[in-house]
């Protein structure tokens, strides 16, 4: 089945600094791969994604990027703000059947902003 | 107006017992998952459901049985609980990418559900 490795495990900026989170997927029919942000106790939300005819994709200081070619996939976060600090997995994903598709998540980047 | 639903929030309860957990959406989607979080945050998909069909069924316990009875519901029954399920088990919905041109779409999870086993 897909493997997909997330690196680092956790990541302490200065506020205002970059942060970088990479994967890398092993299945190469992958096409979708989403990016979604946990903070403590809530549920895990999309803040950005990208597909396979794509390269790379920004959404203001989210930017996205995909080398298809190398199996993987890198989140940069600019201008880092004490609410960037969360749980952050990045997720690829396979035809599960019918109208369904699976996610393989990350083990997630445990990511501190530090004021 | 929320888009995905779960109850309980939280659960608490003795080894041996059985429990349920509820799930609805109201986005009209088709499709609807079940996923467990560990203690270290690991998320992973335990089954998944298009239109009351179940077509993931990861390696789970057969104490697990999920239950659809329409496709707005996603419901999860769990016998003989034991130590080890304790975890936080989301729901999830998404439209069925059929719809879509086969383009994958957003997931959206639900707020989750705590179960402590005790």
């Not at chain 1, 690196?7 to 979604?36: M, R």
């Not at chain 2, 779960?6 to 017992?17: A, C, D, E, I, R």
């Not at chain 2, 697990?64 to 080890?84: C, Q, R, T, V």
Request: aromatic share 10%; hydrophobic share 30%; glycine share 6%.
């Amino acid at each position: 089945g897909e493997n997909v490795e997330q690196h680092p495990s956790t990541l302490s900026v200065q506020e205002g600094d970059s942060a970088v989170i990479k994967c890398t997927y092993s299945d190469s029919a992958s096409n979708y791969f989403p990016w979604y942000k946990q903070e403590l106790g809530k549920r895990p939300q999309l803040i950005i994604d990208i597909r396979s005819n794509v390269g790379e994709k920004k959404d203001q200081r989210i930017a996205v990027t995909l080398n298809k070619t190398a199996k993987h996939f890198s989140l940069h976060i600019t201008e880092t703000q004490p609410e960037d600090s969360a749980v952050y997995f990045c997720a690829s994903s396979s035809f599960a059947g019918a109208g369904s598709y699976q996610l393989t998540f990350g083990k997630g980047t445990k990511l501190s902003v530090i004021p | 107006d929320t888009a995905v639903s779960q109850t309980p929030k939280y659960l608490v309860t003795q080894m041996g017992n059985d429990k349920s957990i509820k799930c609805e959406q109201n986005l009209g989607h088709d499709t609807m998952y079940w996923y467990k979080q560990d203690s270290k945050k690991f998320l992973k998909i335990m089954f998944s459901y298009n239109n009351k069909e179940l077509i993931i069924n990861e390696t789970v316990p057969n104490r697990f049985s999920p239950k659809s009875p329409d496709k707005a519901h996603l419901n999860l029954h769990i016998n003989s609980l034991e130590l080890g399920d304790s975890a936080v088990y989301f729901c999830a919905s998404s439209q069925d990418f059929r719809h879509s041109g086969g383009s994958y779409n957003e997931q959206f999870f639900g707020p989750g559900t705590r179960l402590t086993v005790l």
